[in-house]
Structures are given as structure tokens and as C-alpha cells.
């Protein structure tokens, strides 16, 4: 009875630190601090806090299922607190659920770049490949200064093309 009390114990027990240690993907990347700096939307808010908004608002449209959306959800904070001031960043909540035709949504993630309301560009999905994803920080944030903050000097400029595994082809070219 003992050995069978003593059991159960290490089992809670292991239980109890993998679910604090774990993250929400396999890179260990698990929901944020409560502190992100992407702005929540909805459907409700949608249209007052991104297509009433003058300037750059990029907004994630991520699903916390997938490790996918964690990691350009993670890429996005990184960028946001980078550049505070210079755009709104946002992040949506998308239910699998939802009717996508409203923004013409093919996978998740997506970001969507606006400016003043309009759609200017957008990346559907992240690179499959980890060695690829490696290098994708810098590669974001050139897509970010050269579209949102309409960069033209040299220094910025950049042309990159990634393939998807579902056919997709990226191409970011921005001189």
C-alpha cells in the first residue's frame, strides 16, 4: 500500500514540474508575459483600433494551437518592442471556427500589414525550416521598416524568397 501511495506521489509530483517547465511548442515557446505590447482585437474592435487607425498597424492572426502562431506571435513582440512608437501592433485571436472570407485568411499565422485602414502587404504562414526561421528576425524587420515606416535609403533594402512546404512562395523585396 505504501509503495503504491508512494507512486502516485512521484507521479503528481513529475506531473506538476513538466507542466511548469513546458512550453507551448516544441522550441519551448509558451503564451507571453501578460505584459505583450500586441494590442488584443476582435471582431468587435477590429475596425476601431485597426481600420480607423492613421498610420502602420500590423496585426497577428494566430491561434494559440499551433506552435507556429507562438513563434511569430514571440517575433512580433520582439519587433513591437523594438519600435514602439513607430506602428500599432496588434494580435487577433482567431477561432479555427470563424469565417475567414472577412479578411481572406488562407492560414494562421498571418500578418497583415495596414496603413491608414487599407491592407498594404501581408505574410501568410513562417518558414518550415528551422535553419530558415534562424535568420527571420532581420528578415521581418527589413519587411517592417521598408512597408510600415515606407523606408526607402539603401541601407534597408533587402530581396529574399522563402518556399512553403504547402506550395506558397514568398518573395520580399523592398528596394
Not at 506571435?73 to 501592433?89: C, G, N, V
Not at 518550415?128 to 534562424?134: C, I, L, T, Y
Amino acid at each position: 500500500m505504501v509503495k503504491i501511495i508512494k507512486s502516485a506521489l512521484m507521479i503528481v509530483i513529475s506531473a506538476v514540474l513538466l507542466s511548469a517547465c513546458a512550453g507551448g511548442g516544441p522550441f519551448g515557446f509558451g503564451s507571453s508575459s501578460p505584459e505583450s505590447p500586441l494590442l488584443p482585437v476582435n471582431h468587435q474592435t477590429f475596425a476601431d483600433e485597426i481600420t480607423s487607425y492613421e498610420g502602420a498597424a500590423i496585426v497577428l492572426f494566430y491561434n494559440t494551437q499551433y506552435w507556429q502562431s507562438l513563434d511569430m506571435k514571440r517575433r512580433l513582440e520582439w519587433l513591437a518592442d523594438k519600435y514602439p512608437e513607430k506602428a500599432k501592433f496588434a494580435m487577433f485571436h482567431w477561432q479555427v471556427t470563424d469565417d475567414t472570407s472577412r479578411f481572406n485568411l488562407e492560414m494562421l499565422p498571418t500578418v497583415i500589414l495596414y496603413r491608414n485602414g487599407a491592407e498594404v502587404d501581408r505574410i501568410k504562414g513562417i518558414p518550415p525550416s528551422e535553419n530558415e526561421r534562424a535568420k527571420w528576425n532581420d528578415d521581418l524587420e527589413l519587411w517592417f521598416l521598408k512597408n510600415a515606416m515606407d523606408l526607402e535609403k539603401s541601407e534597408y533594402s533587402g530581396d529574399y524568397t522563402y518556399f512553403f512546404r504547402n506550395g506558397y512562395k514568398l518573395n520580399v523585396g523592398n528596394y
